[in-house]
C-alpha cells in the first residue's frame, strides 16, 4: 500500500510539472527586492540570482524555473518606519532594483506592463516581471506619485502595509478612520483609472469593504488566505471573499504559516518578540537574524504547516469566491518560515500535485496558476481604459477630502 501511495504522489508530481510547463504560476508576491537591499545594499554581484543562492534567499533563477514560475509581481515594499519623501524615495530604489534584475538577466525575465505582455512573456519562456508596491505610505499621500508610480511599471499598490496609514485601516492595527477615509476612496478611483490594481492584503476588513464598494475595477489580494480556516486578520473573511465574483477580483493564497495554520499563529508571535528583544525587527531576513530565528526554533520546536495546509485554504476559498477568483502569492523573501514542501520558489510542483490528488482538475489549476490574474489585471486596463475618455486625472489633496495633515 505505502509503495503504491508513493507511486501516485510521484506520478501526480510529475503531471504537476508537466502542467506548469503550459500554464506556469503567477505568484502574486515575491520580497526578493527588499531582501537584496536588506542582505547586500543592492548589489546583485554579492547575490547573483542565475546561481544557486538557497543559502541566502527563497529566490534564484533556477528555483523559479523549477518551481514552474511564469510571472512574478515583486514586492516595491519599504518599511512602514520609513514615512513622507523617505518613503517614497526608498521606494524608487526598490524599482529600480527591479529594473537592474530584469537587464541583468534578460534570458531569463521580461519587464511586463500589461496582460498581453505577461503572455507574450509565456510564448518566449520567459519569466514575466510586474511590480507592485506594498503599502499606501510609499506614495506620501499624493495621487501625482501614484500616478508616477504607475508610469515606472507599478501594476498594484497594497493600499496598507502592517500599521495603518492616515487614510486606510491596517489589518494589524487598532481601528483609525474605520476602513478608507475619503482621501482613501479618491485614491482607489484613482488606481482604477490608472489601471493599477487595488490590493487588499493587509488592509482590515472594514477597509476591504470600503474598497470593494468604490471600485470599478478588479481587486485583487495579492498574498492572503482564508481567515474561516485560520482566524488572523491578515486572511480574508467569507464576506469578503464572496463578492469577489460580483467584482471580478481575485484572492491569492499566501504560504506564511502564522497566515494558515491556528497552531503557528501564537509561536510566531514569541518567535517575532524575540527577535524584538535582540533588537531586531521581526522581518529581518539578514544573517543574524536568521541564525536568532534558528536558535529560538530549536529550543522551541515550532508548529509545522504543509503543502496541505495550503490547499486547505484554496479548496475553501474556492468554494466561497469560485474558481475564476483565486489564485498564489507565496510571500517568498518575506517571511522568515514556510511549510513543509513549500520551502522555496522550487516548491510550486507540491502545492499542484496535492490539488490534483484532491481531484482539481487541469482547468481549474489552469485557471488558479495562471489564467486568472491575467485575466484580472486585462480587465483592470479595460475599466481604466474606459475611466479616462470620461475624467481626467484628480489632484485632491488629504487636506482638502479629509481635512487632515497627512
Not at 157 to 177: C, Q, R, Y
Not at 326 to 353: C, H, R
Request: with cysteine; hydrophobic share 40%; charged share 25%.
Amino acid at each position: 500500500m505505502e509503495q503504491t501511495e508513493q507511486t501516485e504522489q510521484a506520478d501526480r508530481l510529475e503531471r504537476a510539472r508537466e502542467f506548469l510547463a503550459e500554464y506556469p504560476v503567477v505568484d502574486g508576491h515575491n520580497d526578493l527586492p527588499w531582501a537584496l537591499r536588506e542582505q547586500v545594499g543592492y548589489d546583485l554581484d554579492a547575490r547573483d540570482i542565475a546561481t544557486d543562492q538557497s543559502a541566502h534567499l527563497h529566490t534564484d533563477i533556477p528555483r523559479l524555473r523549477a518551481g514552474g514560475v511564469g510571472a512574478q509581481f515583486w514586492s516595491v515594499y519599504v518599511q512602514t518606519d520609513m514615512a513622507g519623501d523617505e518613503a517614497v524615495s526608498a521606494t524608487l530604489e526598490q524599482i529600480d532594483v527591479v529594473a537592474e534584475l530584469i537587464g541583468r538577466y534578460p534570458a531569463d525575465l521580461r519587464r511586463a506592463l500589461t496582460a498581453d505582455g505577461m503572455e507574450a512573456a509565456r510564448t518566449e519562456g520567459r519569466i514575466a516581471s510586474l511590480m507592485g508596491a506594498e503599502g499606501g505610505h510609499s506614495i506620501n499621500n499624493s495621487l501625482g506619485t501614484l500616478r508616477a508610480l504607475h508610469t515606472l511599471g507599478v501594476r498594484y499598490m497594497t493600499l496598507t502595509h502592517n500599521d495603518n496609514i492616515a487614510w486606510a485601516d491596517s489589518a494589524t492595527d487598532e481601528p483609525g478612520v474605520g476602513g478608507l477615509s475619503p482621501f482613501g476612496h479618491e485614491v482607489v478611483r484613482e488606481m482604477n483609472r490608472t489601471g493599477m490594481l487595488v490590493d487588499l492584503s493587509h488592509v482590515a476588513a472594514t477597509t476591504m469593504r470600503d474598497a470593494l464598494d468604490t471600485s470599478t475595477a478588479p481587486v485583487i489580494f495579492s498574498h492572503s488566505s482564508s481567515r474561516a480556516i485560520c482566524d488572523h486578520p491578515r486572511n480574508i473573511p467569507d464576506d469578503v471573499l464572496g463578492r469577489l465574483p460580483a467584482n471580478g477580483g481575485i484572492a491569492m493564497a499566501t504560504f506564511v504559516p502564522k497566515f494558515v495554520l491556528p497552531e503557528a499563529v501564537a509561536w510566531t508571535e514569541a518567535a517575532d518578540e524575540n527577535m524584538r528583544a535582540h533588537g531586531l525587527h521581526h522581518l529581518d531576513t539578514t544573517a543574524q537574524a536568521m541564525k536568532i530565528h534558528a536558535a529560538f526554533e530549536a529550543a522551541n520546536p515550532r508548529p509545522m504547516a504543509t503543502v496541505a495546509t495550503i490547499a486547505d485554504h484554496l479548496d475553501h476559498m474556492r468554494e466561497v469566491a469560485g474558481i475564476d477568483h483565486i489564485g498564489i502569492g507565496g510571500d517568498y523573501d518575506g517571511t522568515a518560515f514556510l511549510p513543509e514542501g513549500l520551502q522555496d520558489v522550487a516548491g510550486y510542483p507540491n502545492l499542484i500535485a496535492e490539488l490534483l490528488g484532491r481531484g482539481w482538475s487541469t482547468a481549474d489549476l489552469a485557471k488558479l496558476t495562471w489564467q486568472n490574474a491575467v485575466r484580472v489585471l486585462r480587465d483592470a486596463e479595460d475599466v481604466a481604459r474606459e475611466l479616462r475618455t470620461r475624467r481626467g486625472p484628480s489632484h485632491a489633496t488629504i487636506e482638502q477630502l479629509d481635512g487632515a495633515t497627512g
